[in-house]
């Protein structure tokens, strides 16, 4: 089965980067269902590897990697390759996020902010899993509706009628931020969950047992599952 091609290491490139032809793309159209379920997730979650949309969608990684290009060829999405250890990655061109009803801005992920972006896709997967009649609110709809400044969670989390904020830790600030951060989230939602990278975890662990707070609830990052499941 065909796979992408790599675009090999160092700063990330995008098929168009590479003179795929942006200028050849296809006359627009309406996004099929299937189509626009896989834009939407890409709004949402801002990018997403080509393994983690694998998972997503259901399927086997390679025809993840179909699906990516059938979406560049579309004009939709376009995909890339930043390190030698991660797969490719996809993100909406402008006229993805256009039909994707999202109204996020359309750009590649920032190779700082990988790590941290991939962490969130999944815990994402592992709430599908866990709760999946659970609606996934993301950070780029958070941050549109309080704005830039602020604490904020990387999602919210809907339960019936309860909002959980999720934060991801992968290292932990000083303990009076923290306390501030998570003291913020506990007055604004019914309950905090935290999932955390092995040190912040045992940081968090110790500040919630000093304080006791009721709310707040610490989890260790979730591990790569090989089935797949659905977007949430």
Not at 136 to 142: E, L, M, Q, Y
Request: one cysteine or more; hydrophobic letters at 40%; charged letters at 30%.
């Amino acid at each position: 089965m065909d796979r992408a091609a790599p675009i090999g290491a160092g700063k990330l490139e995008g098929r168009r980067g590479r003179g795929s032809g942006a200028a050849k793309r296809p006359p627009i159209r309406t996004p099929e269902r299937w189509e626009f379920d896989v834009l939407r997730l890409l709004a949402e979650q801002a990018a997403v590897p080509f393994d983690q949309l694998a998972r997503f969608l259901g399927c086997e990684p390679e025809q993840a990697a179909r699906v990516a290009r059938h979406l560049t060829k579309a004009g939709y999405a376009d995909y890339g390759r930043t390190l030698t250890y991660e797969p490719h990655w996809a993100w909406l061109t402008t006229r993805g996020a256009r039909f994707s009803g999202m109204e996020f801005p359309a750009k590649p992920p920032k190779v700082g902010a990988m790590a941290r972006m991939r962490a969130v896709n999944e815990v994402r997967l592992h709430i599908a899993t866990r709760a999946p009649q659970a609606r996934w609110v993301c950070a780029r709809s958070i941050v549109r509706e309080q704005g830039k400044r602020g604490y904020r969670p990387n999602a919210i989390v809907e339960v019936g009628r309860e909002r959980h904020a999720l934060l991801v830790k992968l290292g932990f600030q000083s303990l009076e931020r923290e306390r501030d951060i998570l003291e913020t989230q506990m007055a604004r939602h019914d309950a905090v969950v935290v999932f955390c990278a092995p040190s912040p975890e045992k940081q968090l662990e110790r500040l919630a047992a000093e304080h006791r707070w009721p709310k707040l609830v610490v989890r260790p990052m979730p591990k790569p599952q090989s089935q797949g499941c659905r977007p949430a």
